[in-house]
């Protein structure tokens, strides 16, 4: 864990930034490292999460989620993969979907929808072209989901990008293991 830049506790952040993160500290039972260290900009935090809560409203859960992983998966994200694989399992998602997204062939797949196998596609595309050769995959996309949707799939790959970048910069640990490895339940984990 990089130790370059100090770590805030809720009490020690700005008033507003630390109104809006306490329900999330309640629901997951911890303030994660990133909130703790993107606290010393709290302006840039704060609108880095008001696009967080558009991106949830924007997209069904299944398609967002899916898309997640996948952005996790290709950034080497462990810290946002595990925190997401635990909510697909609270939103009542199979593992065996969740380990199918994680596995990053689209190709061959028989659990994910053909929405979520064309925001992959052109996921995986985008990312490691960065932006550059992902043209065809993003016309299949929009063509699938229509324009509010596909524009949100390609926001929220900046978003989750942005995220990757914050912890593997600072190289924060994940907060939580991966569900393949603690066995995660929503009956026996209430983080």
């Known amino acids: 864990m990089h130790e370059t830049i100090p770590r805030l ?30 606290a010393h900009a709290p302006d840039i935090l704060l609108q880095f999460m008001h696009l967080t809560d558009a991106l949830k409203e924007a997209l069904p859960n299944r398609l967002a989620e899916a898309a997640v992983l996948t952005i996790a998966k290709l950034m080497s994200n462990d810290y946002e993969r595990n925190q997401h694989e635990r909510l697909c399992i609270r939103l009542g998602f199979e593992r065996a979907w969740v380990a199918e997204v994680e596995s990053l062939t689209p190709e061959a797949t028989a659990l994910m929808t053909p929405d979520e196998l064309t925001a992959q596609r052109y996921i995986i595309a985008a990312v490691e072209s960065r932006g550059h050769a992902c043209q065809e995959e993003f016309k299949a996309l929009a063509t699938r989901i229509g324009p509010a949707q596909s524009m949100a799939i390609v926001m929220l790959v900046g978003r989750y990008i942005t995220h990757a970048l914050v912890v593997n910069t600072l190289e924060l640990v994940a907060p939580v293991p991966s569900i393949f490895d603690d066995g995660f339940t929503v009956e026996k984990h209430h983080d």
Do not use: N, Q, T, W
């Not at 809720?10 to 999330?24: G, K, S, T, V």
């Open 9 to 38: 506790e809720i009490h020690e952040m700005r008033a507003d930034l630390a109104d809006y993160l306490r329900p999330r500290v309640k629901r997951l039972g911890y303030l994660g490292e990133l909130f703790k260290c993107s």
